[in-house]
């Protein structure tokens, strides 16, 4: 397809919007119920340190800005969600301080993170050695495909899904989605990238219809009780009549 800088930088940019805005309704979520049941902090850690290596590479192979600017602003608030995870846990009420420290901690970490390794690894990229980059990349994909079998067997312990913003759900693929559509109008298409975006979008939707799945079902089953109810109901003035009438004969 012919490279159009224009739609590049408008679907990046609505797709940074997205999966900048994707997890406000989880944070507000976790916010208002003040706990966090049957979210993985898991999940959310892994993804909050995996958006580092994404940020790395997306800086190095110079993708469009918005693309850039997404993997922090994902970080940040996947980070977020995390420490909600920790701060409204039973089990720390009493260590409320040094989690806010944990937290602040773990986000300057992941930060100072990705920049070492920029600086670590222009240079070489600068000479075209493109192995470091590369590296980085595989390591996000990993890292943001993986992070969501913690939460696939939270659903899997519970049987449901629980805790999770379908809101959140739905503009994570969204922005998944027109991250990929950017890099299809860019001059030169980034398999690296792509995949990890691709990867959320089918990781997400998987999680967002297991719930489906599971309504459906509740559905179908009470459906078939009722049914059996009206049908013992219509069938037992029946029966009766059938069963005083052999005992008349």
């Known amino acids: 397809m012919k490279p159009n800088p224009v739609a590049e930088n408008v679907l990046g940019t609505m797709g940074t919007i997205c999966w900048t805005g994707q997890l406000i309704p989880q944070v507000w979520k976790i916010f208002r119920e003040k706990k966090t049941d049957g979210l993985s902090p898991w999940l959310m850690l892994i993804w909050g340190t995996s958006s580092a290596f994404l940020g790395v590479y997306a800086i190095l192979q110079h993708l469009n800005i918005p693309l ?32 806010v420290l944990l937290i602040v901690g773990t986000m300057i970490l992941v930060g100072a993170l990705e920049v070492l390794l920029v600086f670590v690894s222009r240079p070489a990229y600068e000479r075209g050695i493109t192995a470091p980059a590369q590296l980085f990349g595989v390591l996000s994909v990993v890292g943001i495909g993986s992070g969501l079998l913690p939460q696939y067997w939270e659903i899997y312990k519970r049987k449901e899904v629980k805790g999770i913003s379908y809101l959140f759900l739905s503009v994570d693929m969204l922005g998944g989605l027109l991250n990929d559509l950017s890099l299809v109008f860019a001059k030169e298409f980034d398999g690296l990238a792509a995949a990890s975006y691709t990867l959320v979008i089918v990781s997400v939707f998987r999680c967002g219809s297991y719930s489906m799945d599971e309504k459906l079902i509740i559905h179908m089953i009470e459906g078939h009780e009722l049914c059996r109810s009206n049908l013992c109901r219509h069938l037992k003035p029946t029966c009766a009549q059938t069963s005083r009438n052999g005992r008349n004969n």
């Open 68 to 99: 850039q600017v997404q993997p922090q602003l994902f970080g940040f608030l996947a980070l977020t969600n995390w420490g909600q995870c920790l701060y409204y846990s039973p089990s720390r009420q009493n260590k409320k301080r040094m989690t």
